[in-house]
C-alpha cells in the first residue's frame, strides 16, 4: 500500500534516475513486439525505464531524461 511518509520528492532523486534509466530498446527482448509497438507510439517521448515492483505485478516506468520526468507506468515486463 502506498504511503506517503514513505515516498521521497522526485526532485530529490531526478539525477539518480537519469543515471540509471535503461535504454528502450532493453525492453524488446521481454515484451512482444506488438505490446512494445502500441506502448511506444502512445509515448514517444520515453528514452528510457526502470522496473517497478507492485503487489501483483512488476511493470515499467518510463522517463524521459532530456526533460527529467516520469511519463507513464506501463504494462511491459522489465525481464522474464
Same mark, same amino acid.
Given at each position: ?8 520528492? /522526485?526532485? !530529490? ?7 540509471? #534509466?535503461? $535504454?528502450?530498446? &532493453? ?12 506502448? /511506444?507510439? !502512445? ?7 526502470? #522496473?517497478? $515492483?507492485?503487489? &501483483? ?24
Amino acid at each position: 500500500m502506498f504511503k506517503k511518509e514513505n515516498s521521497i520528492p /522526485l526532485e !530529490k532523486v531526478k539525477s539518480e534516475i537519469d543515471q540509471k #534509466s535503461q $535504454k528502450i530498446a &532493453l525492453l524488446n527482448q521481454f515484451n512482444r513486439p506488438n505490446d512494445m509497438n502500441l506502448i /511506444l507510439k !502512445k509515448y514517444l517521448e520515453a528514452y528510457g525505464w526502470h #522496473s517497478y $515492483k507492485c503487489i &501483483l505485478k512488476i511493470m515499467v516506468v518510463l522517463v524521459n531524461k532530456k526533460q527529467e520526468r516520469i511519463i507513464s507506468i506501463v504494462d511491459l515486463r522489465p525481464w522474464k
